[in-house]
């Protein structure tokens, strides 16, 4: 089993979360990495083309939600694309009482409240 490499899509807002995240993985002996593409101006076609490549190399993407994500255009391309890739996604809601709105993005995908075993459960069976 090699490493997996996860792509993070999340509302600028949030990069807090994005930062948590990357902490609680490193708690655990799950073999993944993560990466994004956090970008101050997100919408030059040399960003969105470092960022569909990134997001095709990488086994999988977790979509971080709040309330910021449904104004988060980079955050919404960055799902589309990795549905247009292909790449398995997850939305994990950030606040479990305090929800965004699911973009339509993630239509049929798995939206779940954060928890470190839904994470872990994604990353283990991609």
């Known amino acids: 089993m090699g490493l997996k490499r996860i792509f993070i899509s999340f509302a600028v ?3 807090r979360y994005r930062d948590l995240l990357k902490g609680q993985s490193l708690n ?3 073999p993944f990495t993560y990466t994004d ?3 101050k101006e997100p919408w030059d076609s040399k960003w969105k083309t470092n960022c ?3 997001i095709k190399g990488c086994d999988g993407v977790i ?3 709040s309330k910021h994500t449904r104004n988060a255009d980079g955050a919404k391309w960055e799902m589309q694309c990795a549905n247009e ?3 398995p996604i997850i939305g994990i809601h950030i606040h479990k009482d305090d929800k965004g709105q699911i973009p339509p ?3 049929g995908k798995k939206v779940v409240n954060w928890t470190w ?3 872990k459960n994604f990353i283990n069976s991609l």
């Open 117 to 119: 075993d839904a994470i």
């Open 85 to 87: 890739e292909g790449i």
């Open 105 to 107: 993005q993630l239509s």
């Open 63 to 65: 979509a971080l939600i």
């Open 52 to 54: 569909r490549t990134r």
């Open 37 to 39: 593409m956090s970008a």
């Open 13 to 15: 807002e949030d990069v």
């Open 28 to 30: 655990t002996n799950s």
